[in-house]
């Protein structure tokens, strides 16, 4: 499978991607704990089906010792019992948030207000950028048909 558009030939898309993975960087060294963002950036990675980045994030939380067993349960959240209370109410923000067409609301005060109580105003703020930040990510891998599986840890960081 060959990509529509090949990012880094393109003098744009190069102008802009080192824009983008230096916002990503930030994020990395944000107070969100970093298990909370590979979740979070895998759960809305599976939400919109980019391959891709479930590559990417899939091997880099297992290189921060994710777990395998919490990494495959995170498309089923709800009903698995190995995540923590803050990590459930960030990846409910992260669905909410990813979802914004089907609940036409938006985030929901129930859970906004559910993770405001795991999470202080800076790590909130990471999260919300976190979850828009994906979204942009993934979008640009799907509309392209960027190919998957031959991501290397680290390769864009």
Avoid at 37 to 49: C, H, Y
Avoid at 122 to 142: G, P
Wanted: hydrophobic fraction near 45%.
């Amino acid at each position: 499978m060959d990509a529509r558009l090949n990012y880094f030939s393109d003098p744009t898309a190069d102008k802009f991607l080192k824009h983008f993975m230096a916002a990503g960087k930030a994020l990395k060294s944000s107070p969100l704990p970093t298990a909370t963002q590979e979740l979070v950036a895998l759960r809305v990675s599976q939400i919109n089906g980019c391959a891709v980045c479930i590559d990417m994030h899939t091997k880099e939380a297992a290189a921060a010792g994710e777990t395998s067993a919490r990494l495959h349960l995170v498309a089923a959240w709800r009903e698995a019992t190995v995540f923590t209370e803050a990590e459930r109410a960030a990846l409910e923000l992260a669905e909410e948030g990813t979802r914004v067409a089907d609940a036409a609301g938006g985030v929901s005060d129930e859970v906004w207000a559910n993770a405001a109580k795991h999470y202080d105003q800076e790590q909130l703020t990471a999260l919300v950028i976190l979850v828009s930040f994906m979204n942009t990510a993934n979008r640009l891998n799907i509309m392209t048909q960027q190919p998957a599986g031959n991501y290397e840890l680290g390769q864009f960081h």
